[in-house]
């Protein structure tokens, strides 16, 4: 499904997002308090996107490690690394979010944007996540949620539920894609037991922020 939509990836999250995606992005990067130092891992890495904004930040990550297990995204995210003249600062490699590629603490901070939900065990992701970082290293996941206002949960929920599909089939030609996605949203576990599965994992200093009144969580975690 990942490799089917991935022409239209970048374009969909932009167009449902209202461009917000990018600012979303933007703010987990930020609540890391890079250096200009660390080694970073993106997890679900899909196009890039999270791994070239590491690199943007004034004080972004020295290097950084972009995993999926769709080779389609991946394609796409080496052009546009490629493209931004970053291929020697971000490497991208195939793999499975349960089982890292990475040796023991061998990582500064973790990125996950809105892939956590489409792992089949997140507490397995998570628990290797805690694995690769460092004793002290940062964890930011974005991951969609639902907004706190009454009024607004209800049109939200309205979106989701009809016209962002409408629009994913449209724009991407895949039936079935972004029918899946409200319904994985829907399936994933609020914040507070989100956030207690973090620290279950292995992680201390846990947060969940909403983002654009609810709509998004930034979880912030330290190893």
């Not at 972009?66 to 394609?75: H, I, P, R, T």
């Not at 690394?81 to 990475?102: F, N």
């Not at 309205?158 to 996605?181: E, T």
Request: include cysteine; proline fraction near 6%.
């Amino acid at each position: 499904m990942f490799d089917a939509i991935a022409p239209r990836y970048d374009l969909l999250n932009h167009l449902l997002s209202a461009g917000i995606d990018r600012r979303w992005r933007a703010r987990a990067i930020r609540s890391l308090e890079l250096t200009g130092r660390e080694v970073l891992l993106d997890v679900c890495t899909g196009t890039a996107d999270v791994a070239l904004q590491a690199r943007r930040e004034a004080a972004g990550a020295a290097r950084v490690i972009g995993v999926d297990f769709a080779g389609a995204m991946l394609a796409i995210g080496r052009r546009k690394i490629d493209a931004a003249g970053e291929s020697d600062r971000i490497m991208l490699i195939r793999g499975d979010a349960t089982r890292l590629p990475v040796a023991d603490a061998a990582l500064d901070a973790a990125t996950i944007a809105f892939g956590i939900r489409n792992v089949e065990r997140p507490e397995l992701a998570c628990a290797d996540l805690a694995r690769a970082l460092r004793p002290g290293g940062r964890l930011a996941i974005l991951e969609f949620g639902e907004p706190r206002v009454p009024g607004i949960r209800t049109l939200y929920r309205w979106y989701f539920k009809y016209l962002l599909p409408w629009i994913g089939r449209v724009v991407s030609g895949h039936r079935a894609a972004y029918s899946y996605l409200p319904a994985s949203v829907r399936s994933f576990p609020p914040p507070p037991a989100f956030a207690a599965l973090l620290e279950q994992a292995g992680f201390r200093d846990v947060r969940a922020v909403p983002v654009t009144l609810g709509i998004v969580y930034l979880y912030t975690a330290r190893r």
